[in-house]
């Protein structure tokens, strides 16, 4: 199978995410419950490094908007400090 070329591939943003309520499960929720199952498939959110005070969270560069408003209008204690275009610049 040949590779996909770079202009095929899902451009990714990485967001940091502090709070209390930063873990796999709540943040799904909330992404859920505003943007929907199909808002949910297009961001494509994969959680990239859990710690117990940080989570870096993977989604696609379309959804940028949705997920942030998402996170704004929760009433969870997640705050988004730093959205960037690698991993690497995050930690």
């Not at 990485?14 to 929907?36: Q, R, T």
């Not at 494509?44 to 379309?62: C, D, M």
């Not at 996170?71 to 930690?91: P, R």
């Amino acid at each position: 199978m040949k590779p996909l070329k770079p202009s095929h591939r899902e451009k990714k943003r990485y967001l940091l995410i502090k709070g209390k309520d930063a873990n796999k499960k709540i943040i799904e929720e909330v992404i859920l419950d505003f943007i929907g199952g199909l808002g949910y498939a297009e961001a494509n959110p994969k959680i990239i490094k859990q710690t117990s005070e940080n989570v870096i969270l993977a989604i696609n560069k379309n959804s940028l908007d949705k997920v942030r408003t998402s996170f704004l209008m929760s009433e969870k204690d997640l705050n988004i400090i730093k959205v960037s275009g690698s991993v690497g610049k995050l930690k």
